[in-house]
């Protein structure tokens, strides 16, 4: 990611997910340390109530002493107290990491998407952006979440070995010796886990971005009769990815059977040698309920340890696909000291010829759609082959690219309508330009017609609307943000002539003193342009307005008149 700098100082470092993870941690590292403190609290307490709950039993049963049965009643009574406050505060601050971590992976998921822009398609597939804002930040926000509980169990468990090797060497082994070959035989379980949920996971972003394609083109595919063929191929994915969850369940399976066998089988053993220690007299009846309830209690902890594993695991899988698309390059190269930003001037294609006056509405007529297409692109900065346009003769890989899509704005058929309500998707900033924009994309009758007018909660992608009204409204949109230089590609092609005349005499008083670029071969566009630009193979062959190319151009008549 050298050629996108990060969006703040403390950006994380994306060479692996472990690092990942830990940069995460820091920027909660306050949030993160309380709740690994209020968790070793709330464990350390739970491992004393055994050795308290034996001191009353001796203290009430073998030397009935009701002064120190009292007085170890208290302590256990105090003991409950600072449990039940520090795991209220250790669960608060659990939710606050899991939340912090899971939605900074948003954020930093969403920056590189804005950072990517148009290089986003190209380099990723829609379903690996889902999947990371839906599953992986989930798996994401539990390996943070865990980490206080797997500290706190790991002290809890160094605590509960200490208090048996100093009550009784034979049992604080069997503790000491025995939780490694617990956490050894879960280790040889997370492993074929770790690969399968890596491998689950990628057909899962696959399988995703099949869907969004499908959603997006149903209407195509029903029009050339390939729904047909296009379900029945999702479907023989999803079986494929229904029989890689079940393998992955399966050594879930093993795995949630070990938390509760393997800890289990520790409790028997435990309670079987301290019930034959207490017989032979070498300790007394409270250490034996002691020991009982110490066994009773590290089924919690060691259950914790292989859930902290399970889990870290599956952030560590998720982690890796963040940082994979943390790692994803734009073809666009920011430059390292970008130029100060020149004042208003002519914009330059140098590929193609194409000069657009500053002030002027010019429209761009090619012979093949495409290459308007392309001009817009490089006219916009959104290629690296578009290396070469300039802006009053500074180029625009010199500038901030910040700078370069607040003063171009390219507007073109790909561009969607956001879910809301409409006044927030046309005039997000506020500037009540709205109506005029409307008037002047001849949009008023679409807003009148919804039931609450700009105020009207505009469905997914827009699909409530027809294909032309979604092209005014987003012609709309793009006149409400008055850039300096606004190119529309093609911004009149799905309505009908009568509209598209009434847009053609409006946008120029709409743009008045900025610079307008329209790609289009419609002769009501082109001929309330004040200059016309014809292009062939990709290259400007005729320049004039556009009744000077009818006279003086056949190539350009037969193109803009479909002749």
Excluded at 395 to 410: C, G, M, S
């Amino acid at each position: 990611m050298r050629d996108l700098p990060p969006a703040d100082p403390g950006a994380p470092d994306h060479r692996s997910a472990t690092r990942y993870l830990g940069w995460l941690a820091r920027r909660t590292w306050v949030s993160v340390g309380a709740a690994i403190f209020f968790a070793v609290v709330w464990m350390v307490c739970q491992a004393f109530v055994p050795a308290v709950v034996g001191k009353a039993i001796d203290a009430g049963l073998t030397h009935r002493d009701g002064r120190r049965l009292l007085v170890w009643s208290m302590v256990l009574l105090g003991l409950g107290l600072v449990q039940i406050g520090a795991g209220l505060l250790r669960h608060r601050r659990a939710v606050f990491n899991w939340l912090a971590a899971a939605y900074r992976t948003v954020q930093v998921a969403v920056r590189q998407a804005g950072r990517l822009g148009v290089a986003l398609p190209r380099r990723l597939d829609a379903g690996e952006v889902v999947a990371i804002g839906t599953a992986d930040i989930t798996h994401i926000g539990n390996a943070i979440d865990i980490t206080a509980r797997g500290v706190g169990s790991i002290v809890a468990v160094l605590t509960v070995a200490t208090i048996l090797l100093v009550t009784s060497v034979p049992l604080g082994l069997v503790v000491v010796l025995g939780i490694p070959v617990l956490m050894a035989v879960v280790g040889l379980l997370i492993r074929p886990l770790h690969r399968r949920q890596q491998a689950y996971r990628e057909q899962q972003g696959r399988l995703t971005g099949r869907a969004t394609d499908l959603v997006g083109g149903l209407r195509v595919l029903r029009g050339v009769g390939g729904e047909p063929v296009m379900s029945a191929r999702y479907r023989a994915e999803s079986q494929t990815l229904r029989a890689a969850g079940l393998h992955v369940a399966r050594v879930e399976a093993l795995l949630d059977a070990a938390q509760v066998l393997l800890p289990g089988i520790f409790l028997v053993l435990v309670t079987w040698l301290g019930a034959r220690f207490a017989i032979s007299g070498r300790i007394t009846v409270g250490q034996l309920v002691s020991f009982y309830g110490y066994a009773a209690f590290l089924v919690s902890p060691l259950r914790q340890l292989t859930e902290t594993i399970d889990k870290v695991t599956r952030g560590h899988v998720s982690g890796r696909r963040v940082v994979s698309m943390l790692g994803v390059r734009s073809d666009l190269r920011r430059p390292v000291r970008p130029i100060p930003a020149p004042e208003r001037g002519d914009l330059v294609d140098r590929v193609s010829g194409v000069v657009v006056r500053r002030g002027m509405v010019t429209a761009i007529a090619a012979a093949l759609p495409a290459d308007a297409v392309a001009i817009a692109d490089r006219l916009g900065h959104y290629t690296a082959s578009g290396a070469g346009t300039m802006l009053a003769g500074v180029p625009l890989k010199d500038l901030d690219l910040a700078t370069v899509r607040e003063r171009i704005l390219v507007a073109d058929n790909d561009a969607r309508l956001f879910s809301g309500p409409l006044r927030e998707d046309l005039d997000p900033q506020g500037t009540g330009r709205a109506f005029e924009a409307l008037a002047a994309a001849s949009a008023t009758d679409v807003v009148e017609a919804l039931p609450d007018g700009l105020d009207s909660e505009v469905a997914e992608r827009g699909r409530s609307f027809s294909g032309g009204q979604q092209q005014r409204l987003r012609l709309a949109r793009a006149l409400v943000a008055d850039p300096e230089i606004l190119v529309l590609v093609e911004p009149t092609s799905a309505v009908d002539a009568h509209t598209e005349a009434r847009i053609a005499d409006r946008l120029a008083a709409a743009r008045s003193g900025r610079t307008t670029v329209v790609c289009s071969t419609s002769p009501l566009v082109l001929d309330r342009a004040d200059h016309v630009l014809y292009v062939e193979d990709g290259v400007v062959v005729a320049e004039g307005t556009h009744r000077e190319l009818l006279d003086g151009s056949f190539a350009y008549a037969r193109t803009v008149l479909r002749e």
